[in-house]
């Protein structure tokens, strides 16, 4: 089992340039999550999926589009990167209706 | 929206002594959640307590839920090296949870 993947593991982007950020997870949970993580934030969550086929908006989703392609991955669009979205981005999956979630490494994305 | 606050930000301590860091918050949370997470990786889940009052032990790794099911706390006997890292507590309620900025402890050997 690999868990959670995520790639990248880095990315450079310049302003306006847009990227997707890919998640899979092979534990056949059904909730998967992103979050940002900037220092002195803490982790905050930018979109859900609580099954395959939904989604929904967390606290900063402004700037990101989501998309979950099947029961195993989600991936997350930054369609004009702007340097506010330099951050740390994590994915993550739970099985049903539990809150004990399981992180992939990050991607560490920067913007110039 | 929920918040939840963790003191302190910032924890640095000698090898051999025991700490305590606190999670606290004003909403009601299904359950409550602590991760660790060391540099360049993701959070590791640690421990989840549901029932107010609820005690649970992992190793020297003492976690308490509060009775009101707002709050909770992490003790930590004898620090080691290999305890260093940054200690999130996470709440959960609606399907989602909301993470503490996080305490960052560092044991000096």
């Known amino acids: 089992n690999a868990g959670v993947t995520q790639t990248p593991k880095f990315q450079v982007l310049k302003t306006g340039q847009s990227m997707t950020l890919q998640c899979a997870q092979d534990m056949n949970h059904n909730s998967m999550y992103w979050y940002r993580q900037d220092p002195g934030m803490g982790l905050r969550l930018i979109y859900y999926s609580a099954s395959e086929g939904t989604t929904d908006k967390g606290e900063v989703p402004n700037g990101y589009n989501v998309s979950r392609l099947n029961k195993r991955e989600f991936s997350l669009r930054l369609e004009s990167a702007a340097p506010s979205q330099t951050s740390v981005y994590f994915c993550?999956?739970?099985?049903?209706?539990?809150?004990?979630?399981?992180f992939g490494p990050g991607t560490r994305l920067t913007v110039t | 929206t929920q918040l939840l606050e963790q003191s302190p930000q910032f924890l640095s301590i000698q090898e051999g002594e025991n700490l305590t860091v606190y999670c606290n918050s004003s909403s009601v949370f299904s359950s409550l959640q602590w991760y660790r997470q060391e540099p360049g990786e993701g959070p590791v889940l640690l421990v989840t307590v549901v029932t107010g009052g609820e005690v649970k032990k992992l190793k020297r790794l003492t976690f308490q839920f509060g009775d009101a099911r707002k709050d909770s706390s992490l003790h930590i006997t004898a620090a080691q090296p290999g305890d260093t890292g940054l200690y999130l507590c996470?709440?959960?309620?609606?399907?989602?949870?909301?993470f503490g900025k996080g305490t960052l402890l560092t044991v000096n050997p």
């Open positions: 993550a999956s739970t099985l049903g209706y539990s809150y004990e979630q399981y």
């Open positions: 996470a709440g959960g309620s609606n399907y989602k949870l909301t």
